[in-house]
């Protein structure tokens, strides 16, 4: 087609072409769309996200409306499920204690895969095993393909409950401490979105300060409850203690009384009386400071070589008064041969005792009690058998718990205090063996064996040399001097003194005892340890520093008796710690190898002077 000559000429005089005018119009239309497409976009975000707000207000207001931690649980569950579009899910707790994870929710799961997964270990062929082991969220969109699932017992598991895929995602605490797990699993090969898992993580700080919640509640609860608990053991331990305590204050303190009327003859029955009273309240001191010392860890065993024989004796010595008391048939059978035992025979001696105890105070009077040792196996075993009241068999789990009584009502007085047992466990336990109790519940009686492992065995030893009698009069009679602040006790223990053919002096007054030590010259000096204005350790050091007594025997007598004050003795400067009330043996014991240590014994002060 020919061009118009005249709009040639036209343009060609103006020296301008005429631009296209529809590639402009297109340009136009193509940056309306792509904005009209963000602004739709934007819209279904908005959308999108109006969506998830309406879905977790739902869930707040859901929960909102619940009291039930369990409840709370299970509509977390329940939320966990809807927002990750899943057919089951899970919610585990994390034992601390046993490092698992405990079941504590679940939805859609049938009863046997709650109990197969009811707890699970770090590293086991699950996804929350596997989280709990990184400590990270652990994703598998196909147990079939997952090379820590495929050919274990768990995706067998996984196939009969109809689960095909899990995400599994710890629950911190803003602390960042592991509380729990929640999980959801689905029946087909699934990886959750973005989105999903943005607002899973949302539910997951729910749960994970519910949990924490709830576990810093229980325990607070739990606390509560055992002060309280302790508090009323508390009250009963008192009033049980100032009962047991009177008990044998009672005839003591009638026996002082007789003894001041004066009447002939009465001697002889009134004092063996306040003797047996007496060893029973320093028995029931001794088993209390003997629990505190356990709790705390400072008894240390002191192993010898003895003959299962002798600590029979001993025990069976120990618990006749208690025995014989109430009439008991008693019997004592043990193997024929000697048999020797590497253990500290004071305390096993002790557990036989305290055995031997609690069958009698829990036997009617006149019933049957029986020891029988035994050795099979190489090992040893004690048995304590009665026909007591028995024991319920709701009491048998707690029957070597501190301060526990079967509680009898009218056999209450002779209860004791409830350390006995304990006692004899953890003494039992320390030796590497352990105590067993039988019982067919009331009025059946009761058997308790002590277990001894075959380590304690040892190879029979030639006795030593038999020691000196005691109660007699002194060989070598020792000039003594006495420090201590309470004068029944300084003056009754000078009276034993002097019956034992020795010279005594006494002083009150700590601040005077070493010029009255000067004056007297004597070779032994017993010291009270707690006294005022100087105490004993600080005296004895005094004593030391004075070359004119660098030879007297220090024998610290005391109420104070651990190993602490034991040591301090020691670093003292003194020789021997005894504790009060000291056994007149073992008194007789220490001054047989305390000798005369003093290398003068001039004419001094009187002797049997007080100095206050």
Same mark, same amino acid.
């Given at each position: 087609?020919?061009?118009?000559?005249?709009?040639?000429?036209?343009?060609?005089?103006?020296?301008?072409?005429?631009?296209?005018?529809?590639?402009?119009?297109?340009?136009?239309?193509?940056?309306?769309?792509?904005?009209?497409?963000?602004?739709?976009?934007?819209?279904?975000?908005?959308?999108?996200?109006?969506?998830?707000?309406?879905?977790?207000?739902?869930?707040?207001?859901?929960?909102?409306?619940?009291?039930?931690?369990?409840?709370?649980?299970?509509?977390?569950?329940?939320?966990?499920?809807?927002?990750?579009?899943?057919?089951?899910?899970?919610?585990?707790?994390?034992?601390?204690?046993?490092?698992?994870?405990?079941?504590?929710?679940?939805?859609?799961?049938?009863?046997?895969?709650?109990?197969?997964?009811?707890?699970?270990?770090?590293?086991?062929?699950?996804?929350?095993?596997?989280?709990?082991?990184?400590?990270?969220?652990?994703?598998?969109?196909?147990?079939?393909?997952?090379?820590?699932?495929?050919?274990?017992?768990?995706?067998?598991?996984?196939?009969?409950?109809?689960?095909?895929?899990?995400?599994?995602?710890?629950?911190?605490?803003?602390n960042g401490n592991l509380v729990g797990m929640i999980t959801t699993h689905w029946t087909h090969c699934h990886?959750?979105?973005?989105?999903?898992?943005?607002?899973?993580?949302?539910?997951?700080?729910?749960?994970?300060?519910?949990?924490?919640?709830?576990?810093?509640?229980?325990?607070?609860?739990?606390?509560?409850?055992?002060?309280?608990?302790?508090?009323?053991?508390?009250?009963?331990?008192?009033?049980?203690?100032?009962?047991?305590?009177?008990?044998?204050?009672?005839?003591?303190?009638?026996?002082?009384?007789?003894?001041?009327?004066?009447?002939?003859?009465?001697?002889?029955?009134?004092?063996?009386?306040?003797?047996?009273?007496?060893?029973?309240?320093?028995?029931?001191?001794?088993?209390?400071?003997?629990?505190?010392?356990?709790?705390?860890?400072?008894?240390?065993?002191?192993?010898?070589?003895?003959?299962?024989?002798?600590?029979?004796?001993?025990?069976?010595?120990?618990?006749?008064?208690?025995?014989?008391?109430?009439?008991?048939?008693?019997?004592?059978?043990?193997?024929?041969?000697?048999?020797?035992?590497?253990?500290?025979?004071?305390?096993?001696?002790?557990?036989?005792?305290?055995?031997?105890?609690?069958?009698?105070?829990?036997? $009617?009077? !006149? #019933?049957?009690? *029986?020891?029988?040792?035994?050795? /099979? @196996?190489?090992?040893?075993?004690?048995? =304590?058998? %009665? &026909?007591?009241?028995?024991?319920?068999?709701?009491?048998?789990?707690?029957?070597?718990?501190?301060?526990?009584?079967?509680?009898?009502?009218?056999?209450?007085?002779?209860?004791?205090?409830?350390?006995?047992?304990?006692?004899?466990?953890?003494?039992?336990?320390?030796?590497?063996?352990?105590?067993?109790?039988?019982?067919?519940?009331?009025?059946?009686?009761?058997?308790?064996?002590?277990?001894?492992?075959?380590?304690?065995?040892?190879?029979?030893?030639? $006795?030593? !040399? #038999?020691?000196? *009698?005691?109660?007699?009069?002194? /060989? @070598?009679?020792?000039?003594?001097?006495? =420090?201590? %602040? &309470?004068?029944?006790?300084?003056?009754?223990?000078?009276?034993?003194?002097?019956?034992?053919?020795?010279?005594?002096?006494?002083?009150?007054?700590?601040?005077?005892?070493?010029?009255?030590?000067?004056?007297?010259?004597?070779?032994?000096?017993?010291?009270?340890?707690?006294?005022?204005?100087?105490?004993?350790?600080?005296?004895?050091?005094?004593?030391?520093?004075?070359?004119?007594?660098?030879?007297?025997?220090?024998?610290?007598?005391?109420?104070?008796?651990?190993?602490?004050?034991?040591?301090?003795?020691?670093?003292?400067?003194? @020789?021997?710690?005894?504790?009060?009330?000291?056994?007149?043996?073992?008194?007789?014991?220490?001054?047989?190898?305390?000798?005369?240590?003093?290398?003068?014994?001039?004419?001094?002060?009187?002797?049997?002077?007080?100095?206050?």
């Amino acid at each position: 087609m020919m061009q118009d000559p005249l709009v040639h000429s036209a343009a060609a005089a103006s020296g301008r072409s005429e631009a296209p005018r529809v590639p402009q119009v297109e340009d136009k239309t193509a940056e309306l769309r792509e904005a009209l497409a963000i602004v739709e976009a934007q819209k279904r975000q908005l959308e999108i996200e109006l969506e998830d707000a309406r879905l977790l207000h739902g869930i707040s207001s859901m929960m909102a409306d619940e009291d039930s931690v369990d409840a709370l649980y299970q509509k977390l569950v329940d939320a966990a499920t809807l927002v990750m579009r899943s057919d089951f899910g899970s919610m585990q707790r994390y034992d601390r204690a046993r490092g698992e994870l405990e079941l504590i929710a679940h939805h859609g799961l049938n009863e046997d895969a709650v109990r197969f997964w009811q707890w699970v270990y770090p590293g086991r062929a699950t996804t929350c095993g596997k989280a709990l082991e990184t400590g990270k969220r652990v994703i598998v969109r196909d147990f079939e393909n997952c090379d820590y699932i495929v050919g274990s017992d768990d995706l067998e598991a996984f196939r009969k409950a109809g689960v095909r895929a899990a995400q599994s995602t710890p629950l911190l605490t803003r602390n960042g401490n592991l509380v729990g797990m929640i999980t959801t699993h689905w029946t087909h090969c699934h990886e959750p979105k973005e989105r999903d898992l943005r607002l899973f993580d949302i539910i997951a700080r729910q749960a994970a300060d519910l949990i924490e919640r709830n576990t810093t509640m229980q325990a607070l609860q739990l606390q509560t409850q055992s002060l309280l608990e302790a508090d009323r053991y508390k009250d009963e331990f008192l009033a049980t203690l100032a009962h047991e305590l009177r008990n044998p204050l009672a005839p003591i303190r009638t026996g002082l009384t007789l003894l001041k009327i004066g009447k002939p003859g009465q001697e002889a029955r009134i004092l063996p009386m306040m003797e047996r009273q007496l060893g029973h309240m320093v028995r029931l001191i001794d088993d209390l400071l003997d629990v505190s010392r356990i709790s705390r860890g400072v008894v240390a065993l002191k192993p010898g070589r003895v003959s299962l024989g002798a600590i029979i004796d001993s025990a069976v010595e120990t618990s006749r008064p208690l025995i014989n008391a109430a009439s008991h048939k008693f019997t004592v059978t043990v193997p024929g041969n000697e048999v020797w035992l590497e253990v500290d025979e004071t305390r096993i001696a002790q557990v036989i005792s305290n055995l031997l105890n609690n069958a009698a105070k829990y036997t $009617p009077h !006149g #019933g049957q009690i *029986a020891l029988v040792a035994e050795v /099979a @196996d190489d090992a040893i075993s004690v048995r =304590v058998i %009665d &026909n007591g009241i028995g024991i319920p068999a709701s009491m048998l789990p707690r029957i070597f718990d501190l301060f526990t009584q079967v509680d009898k009502g009218s056999e209450r007085s002779q209860t004791g205090l409830g350390v006995g047992l304990a006692l004899a466990r953890h003494l039992a336990e320390m030796h590497g063996g352990r105590i067993d109790v039988a019982s067919d519940g009331d009025d059946a009686g009761s058997v308790f064996t002590l277990r001894l492992p075959a380590s304690v065995l040892a190879v029979p030893e030639a $006795p030593a !040399g #038999g020691e000196p *009698a005691r109660g007699q009069v002194a /060989a @070598d009679p020792l000039r003594i001097l006495i =420090v201590d %602040d &309470n004068v029944d006790a300084a003056e009754s223990l000078a009276l034993l003194l002097n019956n034992l053919g020795h010279t005594t002096g006494i002083v009150l007054e700590s601040p005077k005892a070493v010029a009255t030590a000067l004056e007297f010259r004597p070779d032994v000096m017993f010291l009270d340890i707690g006294m005022p204005y100087l105490n004993g350790f600080d005296l004895a050091r005094d004593i030391r520093s004075n070359e004119a007594l660098g030879g007297v025997y220090l024998a610290a007598l005391s109420g104070w008796g651990t190993d602490e004050d034991r040591a301090r003795s020691r670093a003292a400067g003194i @020789d021997c710690h005894m504790t009060k009330p000291a056994l007149a043996d073992d008194v007789e014991k220490m001054l047989s190898g305390a000798g005369r240590q003093s290398p003068s014994r001039s004419a001094g002060m009187a002797p049997d002077q007080i100095v206050r």
